[in-house]
């Protein structure tokens, strides 16, 4: 070294001489400037205190998101977690070779996320008069990042404290309130991830395991802490008893001749018996490596070894011969356009033209909002949580809040009720407690009423946008309606439980398009036998189309069988039903009716009066206990008990071309029989505005199922004579629509539901 970097150094040594910064008057000279020097210089994150309760302990919380957000953003400590971990088949050397770490579905992704592990423990601290008092007993919550290599992962630098807490005030408060700050972090985490400058991106985490102390273990999992009761460990609930007098026996193994195929025998051993079917299935899959579904049957020794289907565990011998029998998933292709019930239920249907695919929720899930509202959100859960204070809500963020509901609502549908309203204004504030209005009863009164404003509002930028389903009523609501009607006169909007009420046209088709489709359906339906595929991808294609000419324009019947007359087939109305509703109405019509036939045939018996002799003689005329004549008897008393008009709706004739008996009826069915009326006569017909617009329908049950369907498919009103019993139907058994029902229809259900 030359003399004039020797006198550089000498005068930097000077110039930054410990001894003087820690002078009266230098940057280190007092306390103060020592801690802002401190936390302006080093990665430092300042703990939270936060009171539990009211007169307890308050708890000290070190906040999880930034403490990860400056260590990640360290090159070595980024660097150690981001490195490559090495798989070997059939060892285990990292958590990363477990079955609980390749199930996670946010953890086994390739791309770099957070695996973290939580550490539980009580400990004891100066206290002189004795370690057992408890008086300053502490509970500690710590974790580490799990993705860093377990060399370093076990010294004290990489141990993180998250949470410092009286252990009485554990005991006096419960774990979920004084764990509520960690876990909310977590969950942010999980959901949101945390910025890293390193990688210029968010990284989601979730938390790998939590690791305790057989007592801290016990008391995290709600168990006794002491283990002098009689049961005291969580794994074999062996009483202190068993372990004095019986040894403890080795659990057997169950062994077992497998026929996989007739050329594929093995034989197979399992560790322990299973104790349900599903698990000998599960463990069979893993083992064979199975990707197909299948079911079981056995040789029972009762039957000269015989196989039978095996349904309980308990049937099996000793040593058991099990043969698997695969189960054929089958996804048909119809050629011809039949009528079979079974082809509505089998077929997947993509409906191209359908814009919601799933009813209101019975849950309503508050949506994740932008970025910044989520962060502020947050904060504010954070203070509402220690301290109680609410968030002062901007107009920016109550935009901002509101915009994103109401997108999320119009999702599921455009013209939400009142009660739904209410839903999502309660959603919102149970999981932002920091919304909660003060000056509203319930804590969300205002929430609901800007909702409504706001999905007013969205409507509007919809219909501007061209949506169908609200530009039909466009000023309908305004002083200067578009019509002579006066404002908010027939508002077209589902009220049956539509989720496709009035759908768009498909992307790139205009009306035209869709015409020329339909006139393919019609040319094709002319056939024989037409093509099944043809007609299910048209009828799809022209849904739109269809939607629009019956809730607009209102056909008269015998011109949609004129232009339509693929919706007049068994097979199609239950699709199209499918479309408007996004439900199977076969399996839940006929599920709903063979549920609830035992307490109607119990009402029926106990009825008394006019009502309960109409009852009595339907009674005597079901003679079996068939699931058809159950269903039929069921069908005929409901309108009875409902206070309807059956004999409006339920016609009778000897020949369908008798139109004098029906041509009056502007809904119902026409029962067929040569001879004396029967509960279900031989053939059944469909009656639209006095016109048999479908008949040989094989039963009564089935007929009305489909009329059902079709007065959902060309958007009819119920008839005022059935109007109780169709409400039943769509309110009761098929769950759609409005939940407030009319008190008739609520009087019944109570008298099913005892």
């Given amino acids: 070294m030359n003399e004039t970097f020797v006198k550089e150094i000498i005068s930097a040594v000077s110039e930054s001489n410990m001894m003087s910064h820690c002078s009266k008057d230098g940057p280190l000279g007092t306390a103060k400037k020592r801690a802002a020097y401190v936390r302006r210089e080093f990665p430092l994150v300042n703990p939270i205190e936060y009171v539990v309760e009211k007169g307890k302990k308050p708890l000290a919380y070190v906040p999880i998101v930034p403490m990860l957000q400056k260590l990640l953003n360290k090159t070595d400590v980024l660097d ?6 090495v798989h070997v088949p059939q060892e285990y050397r990292s958590y990363a070779d477990g079955q609980y770490f390749s ?4 953890l086994s992704k390739d791309e770099f996320t957070i695996a973290l592990g939580l550490y539980i423990d009580d400990f004891e601290v100066a206290n002189p008069l004795g370690t057992s008092k408890l008086k300053h007993k502490m509970c500690a919550v710590y974790w580490v990042i799990a993705n860093i290599p377990a060399k370093y992962r076990s010294t004290l630098n990489s141990i993180q404290l998250a949470l410092l807490c009286n252990t009485s005030t554990v005991k006096e408060c419960g774990y979920a309130k004084v764990l509520q700050p960690l876990i909310y972090d977590l969950q942010f985490v999980e959901q949101n991830g945390i910025f890293l400058e390193q990688l210029g991106a968010s990284v989601k985490g979730t938390v790998l395991y939590v690791a305790a102390d057989n007592l801290a273990a016990h008391s995290l999992a709600g ?15 062996a009483s202190r008893s068993d372990t004095q007098q019986h040894e403890m026996a080795v659990q057997q193994k169950f062994t077992m001749r497998v026929i996989v195929t007739e050329g594929d025998i093995r034989k197979l051993t399992m560790t ?16 064979l490596q199975a990707s197909y579904s299948f079911n079981l049957q056995y040789q029972d020794p009762e039957f000269n070894n015989e196989l039978c289907n095996l349904t309980d565990l308990s049937e099996l011998p000793e040593k058991p011969t099990i043969k698997i029998i695969p189960v054929i998933e089958l996804v048909p292709v119809h050629e011809t356009c039949s009528d079979t019930s079974s082809q509505a239920d089998t077929d997947i249907l993509s409906i191209s033209s359908s814009d919601r695919s799933s009813q209101w929720p019975d849950v309503f899930e508050i949506p994740k909002f932008p970025v ?32 994103k509901l109401a997108e999320t609502m119009y999702a599921f549908k455009a013209y939400p009720t009142n009660e739904e309203f209410e839903t999502v204004a309660k959603a919102l504030v149970q999981t932002h407690p920091c919304l909660k209005e003060t000056g509203s009863p319930s804590g969300w009164v205002g929430w609901k009423n800007s909702l409504k404003f706001k999905m007013g509002n969205y409507r509007t930028k919809m219909r501007q946008c061209g949506r169908l389903d609200v530009t039909v009523n466009g000023g309908k609501r305004g002083r200067h309606s578009t019509s002579a009607d006066p404002p908010n006169k027939d508002i077209k909007k589902p009220r049956k439980g539509e989720i496709n009420f009035l759908p768009d046209f498909p992307e790139g088709k205009e009306e035209h398009n869709l015409e020329e489709a339909r006139q393919v359906l019609v040319n094709e339906m002319t056939k024989k036998k037409p093509n099944g595929s043809l007609v299910n991808k048209e009828m799809d294609m022209t849904f739109a189309l269809r939607r629009k000419e019956v809730v607009q324009d209102k056909p ?14 068994e097979s199609q109305v239950y699709y199209e039903f499918s479309r408007v509703v996004g439900k199977n109405l076969r399996e839940n019509f006929f599920d709903a009716l063979d549920r609830f036939s035992p307490s109607l045939m119990d009402l029926f018996k106990n009825k008394r009066g006019l009502t309960g002799q109409v009852l009595a003689e339907l009674l005597r005329h079901t003679k079996t206990t068939e699931p058809t004549d159950i269903r039929c008897l069921c069908l005929r008393g409901l309108p009875v008990v409902l206070g309807d008009d059956p ?15 029906y041509i009056q009826t502007p809904v119902g069915l026409l029962c067929i029989d040569e001879e004396s009326p029967q509960l279900n006569p031989s053939k059944v017909g469909i009656i639209l505005e006095g016109s048999l617009v479908m008949d040989d329908l094989a039963s009564l049950p089935q007929a009305f199922c489909i009329l059902f369907g079709l007065i959902y498919a060309l958007h009819l009103d119920y008839p005022k004579y059935m109007k109780n019993t169709f409400s039943f139907v769509q309110q009761v058994m098929l769950s759609l629509g409005k939940s407030q029902l009319a008190p008739k229809i609520q009087s019944l259900k109570n008298q099913l539901s005892v």
Avoid at 647 to 661: L, N
């Fill in 80 to 85: 150690k977690a981001m490195s490559e971990k």
């Fill in 223 to 237: 168990f006794l802490e002491s283990f002098s009761v009689e049961k005291f460990c969580r794994f074999c609930s």
């Fill in 103 to 106: 199930e996670n579905s946010l």
């Fill in 372 to 403: 910044d509202v989520e962060y502020r959100l947050r904060q504010g859960n954070l203070l509402y949580l220690r301290d109680a204070t609410y968030l002062k809500v901007t107009k920016e963020l109550k935009h901002e809040i509101l915009e």
């Fill in 647 to 661: 004999s409006s709706f339920f016609k009778t004739c000897s020949d369908a071309t008798d139109q004098d008996s």
């Fill in 556 to 569: 008269a019947i015998s011109q949609m069988v004129h232009r339509w007359p693929a919706l007049f087939t």
């Fill in 272 to 287: 322990t018996r299973p104790d349900t079917l599903e698990d000998l299935i599960d463990w069979l899959k893993g083992t």
